[in-house]
């Protein structure tokens, strides 16, 4: 079994900055590819960013891509999610995930997950 507890969301302003943090427990947390998706209400949970396990190659929504930064400590089995520039649009839920498969991107390739924290971007 793996916990996962994220949190760092909140309420900034359009332009601001936030950065959501996931906490690991259990199962060996290095041996994991992190990822964070996000959801709306109403809508599917979308794939943000994943990071493999020695952190040295990272994947994003084209949408984020060169305003949020995944990374990763494994010393302190903890994942980061760094978003800059924020958006009204990027207004959701954030969930980080563990996944011990060789795929990422999909919700089903992840096994374990987190509660979720609500990020308010305001314009």
């Known amino acids: 079994q793996v916990q996962l507890v994220e949190s760092g969301g909140g309420l900034v302003q359009a332009g601001g900055s936030l950065r959501l943090s996931c906490a690991g427990s259990?199962?060996?947390?290095?041996?994991?590819?992190m990822g964070w998706f996000r959801q709306t209400p109403g809508k599917e949970r979308e794939f943000v960013a994943a990071?493999?396990?020695?952190?040295?190659?990272?994947v994003g929504l084209d949408s984020v891509k060169g305003r949020f930064t995944i990374s990763r400590d494994n010393a302190k089995n903890t994942v980061y999610l760094q978003m800059n520039s924020l958006k009204p649009e990027d207004t959701a839920v954030y969930y980080c995930?563990?996944?011990?498969?060789?795929?990422?991107?999909?919700?089903?390739?992840?096994?374990?997950w987190g509660q979720g924290t609500q990020v308010t971007v305001s314009s």
């Open positions: 995930a563990a996944s011990y498969r060789g795929t990422y991107v999909r919700t089903s390739d992840y096994t374990y």
């Open positions: 990071i493999t396990r020695s952190g040295g190659n990272t």
């Open positions: 259990g199962r060996t947390f290095s041996a994991a590819v």
